[in-house]
């Protein structure tokens, strides 16, 4: 399961955190739930498209929020660049 790469410290989760370090130019990939808002997964993919971050589409939600170790959903997340 590709979510394996996200057990990891070097991970962030969270619609603001995301963009700030994505604006910033701080992630190696995106991990972006099918569930999300589209307003905000238009936002997330046009500027992952920018930067030439990969983004990885995610069934479910609550699937990516428990591949971060939270106990709720979570629309993205993201691998920090080293």
């Given amino acids: 399961m590709p ?5 990891t410290e070097a991970r962030i989760a969270g619609r603001n955190a995301v963009l ?3 604006k910033a130019g701080g992630l190696a990939k995106i991990f972006l739930s099918e569930e999300a808002d589209v307003k905000f997964a238009n936002e997330i993919l046009r500027g992952a498209e920018r930067a030439s971050v990969p983004v990885e589409m995610v069934a479910q939600s609550l699937q990516l929020g428990r ?3 939270l106990s709720r959903k979570t629309a993205v997340a993201a691998l920090l660049k080293n």
């Fill in 3 to 7: 979510l394996q790469e996200l057990a």
């Fill in 67 to 69: 591949a971060c170790a």
């Fill in 20 to 22: 700030r370090k994505l």
